[in-house]
């Protein structure tokens, strides 16, 4: 073998993958934009969270006046869910939960004399980092947020 056919053999070999500085650019670039993207995505996925919270509110607020007409009084949340079906949220413990939500009502467990004439409903979410987002409705239909 001479010198040219070595030579040549050495450059075919080369041009068959990347070299180890083009694959670590490759990932340092990749690593700057997900550093960039996953805090907003993040954000926005909390955004999203927030908005069907608030939204599922509005559902429950009218839910309630609809169980009103009938039945004269305000309903408890388990009431609630069998009057109007399981898309407000999943049943647990006398609370609703959805899209990581907990829908809750303040009292806990309202007589029916109160139910005649209010109701208020929380919404709280616990972040992984431990922050806390609540928001509340009551029979007037305006939703608050009360945390942070």
């Not at 070595?6 to 990749?30: K, P, T, W």
């Not at 992984?128 to 029979?139: C, E, R, V, W």
């Amino acid at each position: 073998m001479n010198h040219h056919s070595s030579v040549r053999l050495n450059q075919r070999q080369r041009q068959h993958g990347f070299s180890l500085i083009e694959v670590l650019i490759v990932v340092a670039c990749i690593g700057i934009i997900a550093a960039i993207a996953i805090p907003k995505m993040n954000t926005a996925l909390d955004e999203a969270r927030e908005s069907a919270a608030i939204h599922n509110l509005r559902d429950i607020f009218s839910a309630q006046h609809s169980y009103n007409l009938q039945y004269k009084r305000f309903a408890r949340l388990d009431e609630l869910s069998a009057f109007h079906g399981s898309q407000l949220g999943t049943l647990s413990s006398g609370a609703l939960l959805k899209n990581q939500y907990t829908f809750q009502m303040v009292p806990a467990s309202p007589g029916d004399s109160q139910l005649e004439r209010a109701f208020t409903v929380t919404a709280t979410r616990v972040k992984p980092d431990g922050a806390t987002t609540q928001f509340l409705t009551d029979q007037d239909g305006a939703i608050t947020q009360t945390l942070p």
